[in-house]
């Protein structure tokens, strides 16, 4: 399916893992795509050649990647700031950006620097950035055509509902974020912004490659139905769905994306 390619598709956090692979997916169907990191000053010459394969010989005008803390206010001014400058308009937003604890350990022992450091990044920073994108995108479909349709869909985790005793400022982040989607999607139904949630269960990412054995157990010992890995397409996949219209009647809706780790059994 193919989208007009005029429409232009922020993901942050988008340097690697999840965030990376639903970039390449949206510019395979024909979003501009603005790349955001924190850390991250340039592309990777891998990660460019990818998007060249996609855009030819029009990568330079399809996209643009911006370095940028979410936490910060003044770091999300700067993004809208050169999306306008480069395409003038936003028709999708995936908050996709997020960092664990400082060092995993025991919950009472938590300190307030971790914790403050998660709830900057995963959920202070995707809501006023959403904030913000939605005012535009109110703006947006004032003036642009009727076939105007944005999306904002925040990217959470199986701990949004699942204790992980060993980092629970992520848990809560998380958590929180599921409410933040329900607000959103509550707030922007009248204006015809729909808000999607999708929940990764265990996803084969540099973030999860310290624990990769200790998941390979568990995926063994049958924590997922499905008894794999989950991949970044496997999250972009459903992101393509959504922002092609192929959910039309829905919004506020969490997509679990987990290998089934979401079903209770006995």
Not at 97 to 122: C, F, H, Q, W
């Amino acid at each position: 399916m193919s989208i007009d390619n005029k429409k232009v598709a922020l993901v942050t956090g988008s340097t690697q893992g999840i965030g990376e692979g639903i970039v390449l997916e949206l510019a395979k169907i024909g979003f501009s795509v603005v790349i955001n990191g924190a850390s991250t000053k340039y592309l990777s010459e891998d990660y460019k050649n990818r998007l060249r394969s996609i855009f030819k010989e029009e990568l330079e005008d399809r996209y643009i990647y911006i370095q940028a803390n979410v936490e910060k206010k003044e770091d999300r001014e700067k993004i809208i700031d050169e999306i306008k400058k480069k395409f003038d308009r936003i028709d999708v937003l995936v908050n996709n950006a997020g960092v664990g604890p400082i060092k995993r350990g025991e919950l009472l022992d938590m300190t307030e620097e971790s914790y403050d450091r998660v709830m900057r990044t995963n959920l202070k920073g995707p809501f006023f950035l959403t904030q913000t994108i939605a005012k535009w995108m109110i703006e947006l479909k004032k003036t642009l055509t009727d076939d105007y349709q944005p999306y904002i869909i925040n990217i959470s985790s199986i701990n949004r509902y699942t204790p992980s005793l060993n980092r629970g400022e992520y848990c809560i982040s998380k958590a929180g974020m599921t409410m933040m989607t329900k607000l959103f999607a509550v707030r922007l139904a009248e204006v015809g912004i729909l808000v999607f949630e999708i929940s990764p269960g265990i996803i084969d990412t540099p973030l999860t490659k310290p624990r990769h054995d200790i998941y390979d157990k568990l995926i063994n010992e049958g924590v997922t139905p499905i008894k794999r890995w989950g991949k970044p397409i496997d999250i972009a996949k459903p992101v393509v769905a959504i922002v092609s219209g192929l959910i039309p009647f829905s919004t506020g809706s969490v997509l679990d994306i987990d290998g089934g780790f979401h079903l209770h059994r006995l």
